[in-house]
């Protein structure tokens, strides 16, 4: 029981029926709700994030890494003859069918490319390197990737040509897997704050089924006694769910400064835009509907088990 | 039939609670509109277990039970709010809320109604002040005597002027000048047109008002029945 502390001549001024006529927010586990939910709306707004980068990713890999073919040409003699090599090996690739464009890597690009694998830049640029080019073709798939390496062994079989198909089906195939794994966690998310609205709505009706049941002998409606609990849920929903919002937003905005946009090789850097933030943004109200809908159910199914 | 219908129409009626005996054993009256009548008899005759019949709270083991023209037995379930806001009830352990007010609790019937305008609270406190509350609106139900808070269960009852009146024991807990000013009210609300019953062990109570006496003994209902018939 709540005192008040107002002097009769406010009280006189007061209006009748300001507050609830259940003590929702008194007694039993309520207020808890809201404190459980800010924690699932933070994983479950996390989760969507995880699958809006991941959807980012498989959207654009094709723009960025699609029609890029590396072709290894190996070193021979001194680097004049390997510098005219590289000459007529492009001008072959030129003339294949599909193929945009070929440009030699500059030796310290080359370089940098296989510092993290090979080591100290400078000795590396000392060794005599291979000759990467990197051919563009008109689209993916418009090269014949076997025809070009057949071409290309009538040359020398030590040339490899490469359209890193392995290697995107790998980082495609693990980005997939993560945005699955994003997403059944949203579900699982998703059904935790269903299961956690119901029973806080069934713990409210079952520790105030007396005030419930007077009410009922007065004369109140199922949808009177139901619309007091959604008024009260959906003031819990919305601070436990905006809480949980703020959070993830603090986390993503610190992710991205910190971290900075996630990079994968050849891959488009997959980014939060405007939309996805709306996006995010909207997991609150869909939590307040979902509350508001859902405790009305629950409220009324219980209601009508009353005798 | 070429008479009015009465408000209220019991045939044959029995209530048992659970798998217990017949508390209430083959009730037939009828209760005309506008009538006033007392429901008297010994402790644990039934009294209640009447007034809980006519509020619609229990639903009766056998018989029929026609009220305000409807068959109660096939009313549907959600039309049941809609007829007990036209039921004022003061329970014989009041069944107040305490985590409101006393005003508040006086005013839900009208707030149920949908009444929420500036007038409402003036009428509660015109009636708090009426039944001798008028110093203690913003308390507790719980921090009042069983006297006071039966006033304010009687308050809560006739604050919507119902157009039925069940009032168990309503004078049981206060003394006789504040129960005779208590069915005063009741007398107010009768002559607006309320069908008013009143369940009392209270004999002085029945003589001075002197209204028609249903009296019950061991679930039975006994001659005041006729009496009830004939009120006006
Ligand atoms: N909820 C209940 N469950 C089981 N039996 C009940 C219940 N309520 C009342 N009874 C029984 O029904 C009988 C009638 O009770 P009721 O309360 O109607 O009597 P009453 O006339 O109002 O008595 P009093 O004057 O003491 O208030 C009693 O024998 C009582 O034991
Ligand atoms: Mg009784």
């Not at chain 1, 939590?287 to 409220?299: D, E, F, K, N, Q």
Request: charged share 20%; hydrophobic share 50%; proline share 5%.
């Amino acid at each position: 029981m709540t005192a008040r502390p107002a002097s009769r001549s406010r009280a006189n001024d007061r209006k009748i029926g300001r507050g609830l006529d259940i003590p929702l927010g008194t007694g039993g586990p309520d207020r808890f709700l809201a404190w459980l939910l800010a924690p699932m709306t933070y994983l479950a707004i996390l989760a969507v994030a995880v699958a809006l980068l991941v959807g980012d990713l498989l959207a654009h890999w094709d723009n960025a890494a699609a029609g890029v073919i590396s072709v290894q040409v190996p070193p021979i003699g001194d680097r004049i003859a390997t510098t005219a090599r590289v000459g007529q090996i492009m001008d072959i690739i030129e003339e294949v069918d599909g193929v945009a464009s070929v440009r030699a890597l500059p030796p310290d690009e080359t370089v940098e490319l296989l510092e993290p694998w090979l080591g100290d830049a400078a000795i590396l640029a000392e060794l005599s390197l291979p000759v990467m080019l990197d051919v563009r073709a008109d689209g993916p798939e418009a090269v014949d990737i076997a025809a070009l390496t057949a071409t290309m062994h009538e040359i020398d079989t030590e040339i490899t040509v490469d359209d890193h198909g392995i290697w995107l089906d790998q980082i495609l195939g693990a980005a997939e897997t993560v945005g699955a794994i994003a997403l059944a966690s949203l579900g699982l998310v998703a059904l935790a704050i269903l299961a956690s609205i119901v029973l806080a709505a069934r713990a409210g009706f079952a520790i105030h089924r007396q005030t419930i049941e007077i009410l009922h002998l007065m004369g109140a409606t199922d949808r009177y006694i139901a619309r007091q609990f959604q008024r009260r849920m959906l003031s819990l929903t919305l601070r436990g769910a905006l809480a949980g919002l703020v959070i993830a937003a603090i986390t993503l905005v610190a992710v991205h400064f910190l971290i900075g946009p996630v990079r994968v090789p050849l891959t488009h850097a997959p980014t939060l835009g405007p939309l996805d933030w709306v996006l995010l943004c909207l997991v609150v109200p869909i939590t307040v509907g979902v509350g508001w809908a859902v405790s009305r159910l629950t409220i009324l199914a219980a209601l009508s088990r009353l005798a | 039939m070429n008479r009015v219908e009465p408000l209220i129409r019991f045939d044959h009626v029995g209530l048992r609670y659970g798998s217990g005996p017949e508390v209430l054993r083959d009730l037939t009256f009828t209760v005309p509109a506008g009538a006033f009548a007392f429901v008297t008899g010994p402790s644990g005759a039934g009294k209640s277990s009447l007034i809980r019949l006519m509020h619609l709270s229990h639903r009766p083991s056998r018989g029929l039970i026609r009220m305000f023209g409807r068959d109660m037995a096939t009313l549907a379930k959600r039309d049941l709010p809609a007829i007990r806001r036209r039921i004022g009830v003061v329970f014989q352990d009041f069944q107040l809320l305490n985590h409101l007010s006393i005003v508040d609790n006086v005013a839900l019937p009208l707030r149920l109604a949908g009444a929420n305008g500036d007038g409402v609270r003036s009428h509660v406190l015109d009636l708090l002040r009426w039944v001798g509350l008028g110093d203690r609106l913003e308390a507790s139900p719980a921090t009042l005597s069983g006297g006071e808070q039966q006033r304010v269960a009687i308050a809560r009852a006739v604050i919507n002027r119902p157009d039925l009146l069940l009032a168990d024991e309503p004078t049981g807990n206060v003394d006789d000048e504040i129960g005779m000013r208590l069915m005063q009210l009741f007398e107010e609300l009768h002559k607006l047109g309320t069908t008013v019953i009143v369940a009392t062990h209270d004999q002085n109570l029945i003589e001075r008002l002197g209204h028609s006496v249903m009296s019950l003994q061991d679930g039975y209902l006994y001659p005041g029945l006729a009496k009830a018939e004939a009120a006006p």
